[in-house]
């Protein structure tokens, strides 16, 4: 029996059969997601929080790459957040450039997505590094496979389309030099169409390439946090950051927290004060009540079986 509180919902779960790959609570969230969501904590606040108790810092910018809805939702009440997808709106292709937001980012996540990403991956991960502010991060979650070897399906993708032929997708591919490539071979995660893998990572070149970009540092979460249900299994791979520079927070972040924190103050200090209010009226109607319970009116409706019944009321 494996108990946590899920950092996505907040909800106490108790899992009788406990394991990395499905959902462990209702929310769907499971290990992966709840690891990427305490890497972000951690490197943002220095702790592991839900994403409820995240202050609200909207001075703090993020991108999500096709972000699942359950922590997407939370993360854009929270921060100037924006979840992005590559084939709708609100449409960003990390393998395009766009300049007009280089070093704009506090933080970008890339969940179970860099798989699926058109060579030369490295592109998408070099706009990744330029978006991001010289103090920002990517949190990444990604299958790496136990032999260590970067597997590219297609290297020589270039114009190209699935295609359905019978019962299954085929991939049609013109190559650069005007071959014709077509492959049946084909693996998607999570239905068919966008999700088509197209290759997967040893985690030795997936931290070559994160350094390649410009990125600094590649950190990998190995510790479980049984507390937030994060218990990796050998079948798993280790969600990761990449950093340019350690974090560091705004200034104006710095600011939306100290207000935040004084607002709280002015909460508790204004919930004290109606408590203590609260408490004088009920000393006083429980005055008013035994004045009522003795007068001769109340007296008589007693005898005569009608009337208030204050017994229940004395202490
Ligand atoms: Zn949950």
């Given amino acids: 029996m494996v108990s946590f509180v899920c950092n996505i919902c907040g909800r106490f779960n108790q899992v009788e059969q406990f394991a990395t ?14 690891a990427l969501i305490h ?8 702790r592991s929080l839900t994403l409820a108790e995240f202050p609200k ?14 922590y997407a939702a939370i993360l854009a009440e929270k921060f100037d957040y924006t979840n992005t997808y590559y084939d709708r709106e609100p449409r960003l292709d990390f393998t395009e450039t766009h300049t007009e937001h280089y070093g704009t980012c506090d933080f970008i996540l ?31 979650t990604v299958y790496c496979n136990p032999s260590d070897t970067l597997r590219e399906h297609f ?24 071959g014709l490539e077509i492959r049946e071979d084909l693996v998607f995660h999570g239905g068919t169409g966008e999700t088509l893998e197209m290759r997967e990572f040893g985690i030795t070149s997936l931290k070559q390439k994160l350094l390649g970009a410009g990125f600094r540092d590649v950190h990998l979460l190995t510790e479980n946090i049984p507390a937030h249900g994060i218990l990796f299994d050998d079948d798993v791979s280790q969600p990761l950051l990449a ?18 924190r004084r607002a709280a103050q002015t909460e508790i200090d204004r919930l004290q004060e109606e408590t203590e209010s609260l408490r004088s009226e009920s000393q006083s109607l429980r005055a008013q009540m035994s004045m009522a319970a003795g007068s001769r ?3 008589l409706g007693r005898k005569i079986g009608v009337g208030p019944d204050f017994s229940a009321n004395k202490r």
């Fill in 21 to 34: 790959e499905p959902a462990t609570c209702a929310c769907g969230s499971n290990v992966r997601v709840r």
């Fill in 155 to 178: 290297p020589d993708l270039h114009t190209y389309r699935t295609v359905a032929l019978g019962d299954s997708l085929i991939l049609v591919n013109r190559r650069a030099d005007g």
């Fill in 243 to 260: 950093r340019k520079e350690r974090f560091i927070m705004n200034r104006a972040a710095v600011g939306e927290l100290i207000d935040e």
């Fill in 110 to 140: 890339s969940a179970d997505v860099l798989e699926h990403i058109a060579p030369p991956v490295e592109r998408a991960l070099e706009e990744t590094s330029r978006l991001l502010k010289p103090h920002g991060f990517l949190g990444i």
């Fill in 297 to 299: 009116w109340i007296k």
């Fill in 57 to 70: 810092l909207k001075s703090i910018r993020g991108i999500g790459m096709s972000d699942k809805e359950g």
């Fill in 39 to 46: 890497l972000l904590s951690m490197e943002l606040f220095d």
